[in-house]
């Protein structure tokens, strides 16, 4: 089995375009532009309160990045979606949702 920090290195550094700024045996993080994202492989239990399960990256091109995701082996489980949050003011964005490499879920989200 292939090692999964390499494939979480793979999906998020040449997939993404993230850049890794480091990696070691269980985990590996990256740089998101405005922080960093830090992922870990070797939890055995359950998720519990707290976890994060989902999360958004803020793109300048959904489409582009869905793309990617399928073109290479992931699911892209909602489909490229253009919404509007109905926050005051209005919140119009254009979203799609992938899992990620240890079963994260990840929204791409570009504000209209």
Not at 18 to 35: I, K, Q, S
Not at 49 to 74: M, N, P, S, W
Request: proline share 4%; with cysteine.
């Amino acid at each position: 089995m292939q090692n999964q920090v390499v494939i979480l290195s793979h999906f998020y550094k040449e997939i993404l375009e993230l850049e890794e700024v480091r990696a070691w045996d269980t985990g590996c993080m990256f740089n998101t532009g405005a922080g960093l994202m830090e992922i870990f492989n070797d939890g055995e239990c359950p998720l519990g309160q707290g976890t994060i399960r989902h999360f958004a990256l803020a793109t300048d091109d959904v489409d582009a990045c869905a793309k990617k995701v399928k073109e290479a082996g992931y699911e892209v489980f909602i489909e490229l979606n253009d919404i509007v949050i109905s926050s005051t003011p209005e919140f119009p964005a254009r979203i799609a949702f992938c899992r990620g490499p240890v079963g994260e879920e990840i929204e791409f989200f570009q504000e209209r």
